[in-house]
């Protein structure tokens, strides 16, 4: 499975053409609310009435060989842990799954709330946790909405990893991507979301030098692109050196 790397965008920039397979930051636009979708138990919800509160939402397909697992596995681990900074479901956040494959069906998304769900603290409300469906229309307004940039490659996608912070009414308050998440940095977004200030993305080198591996199920260092950083930076040095040692040569000759 293909990841990318972030683009950035911001309010001092002109807004950036959204990538093919990746991400384009769309921070402090909003997501269209009157968007509808399928909840698990089949039934239809407006974005609008479950984007009540700071949101975090995730982007995944639901037969996703190697990505979207660990991505899943690490926000219920965290959701797990955000009740020890005094964090509620319900209370303080809401979480969306949003599967962006047409075909997915709400039976699949049953399912996997199930799985997750047993990951969860007991009394952990059900309705806090929400796997969405829909059909190709609304699934390209809300993914174009957040500049996520997938591509279908035969039965799979290559697609980016993230989290989605939404604010109560609607706007893109911060990126968190990444494979894993310290409770303080979601309680500082989830708050900030509240209070619709817009923050930076948490993590972006870690999708540039880390890599997945499916066989082993984890993210490994690519150190092809570790060689390659340190090789620019050499050159860089170099460069640098040989420009300020001629420059002193100069000097001394004048």
């Not at 940039?149 to 911060?174: M, N, Q």
């Not at 050159?235 to 420059?247: D, H, Q």
Request: charge should be neutral; glycine fraction near 6%.
């Amino acid at each position: 499975m293909v990841t990318a790397w972030t683009s950035v965008s911001s309010a001092s920039k002109q807004p950036e053409a959204p990538l093919e397979i990746g991400l384009t930051e769309h921070l402090g636009d909003t997501v269209p609310l009157d968007l509808k979708f399928v909840a698990e138990d089949g039934q239809t919800v407006v974005l609008r009435d479950l984007v009540d509160r700071p949101t975090l939402v995730s982007l995944v397909y639901y037969t996703c060989p190697s990505v979207c697992r660990p991505l899943l596995n690490e926000a219920a681990t965290m959701l797990g842990k955000l009740q020890a900074v005094d964090m509620q479901p319900n209370r303080d956040y809401r979480v969306l799954t949003i599967s962006f494959d047409n075909t997915d069906s709400p039976d699949g998304s049953t399912r996997l709330k199930e799985e997750y769900y047993r990951s969860l603290p007991n009394g952990f409300p059900r309705d806090a946790w929400t796997f969405l469906t829909a059909d190709s229309a609304t699934i390209a307004a809300v993914t174009q909405a957040v500049g996520f940039g997938f591509k279908r490659e035969g039965s799979d996608f290559a697609h980016p990893t993230t989290l989605v912070v939404l604010s109560p009414d609607g706007k893109i308050t911060r990126y968190l991507t990444g494979s894993e998440y310290l409770p303080l940095d979601i309680k500082m977004a989830l708050i900030e979301a509240r209070q619709g200030k817009v923050g930076a993305t948490i993590v972006k080198f870690y999708k540039f030098c880390f890599s997945y591996d499916p066989s082993g199920e984890r993210f490994v260092l690519n150190s092809t692109r570790i060689v390659g950083l340190s090789t620019l930076a050499g050159v860089a040095g170099i460069v640098l050196f040989v420009t300020a040692s001629n420059r002193r040569r100069e000097k001394k000759v004048h």
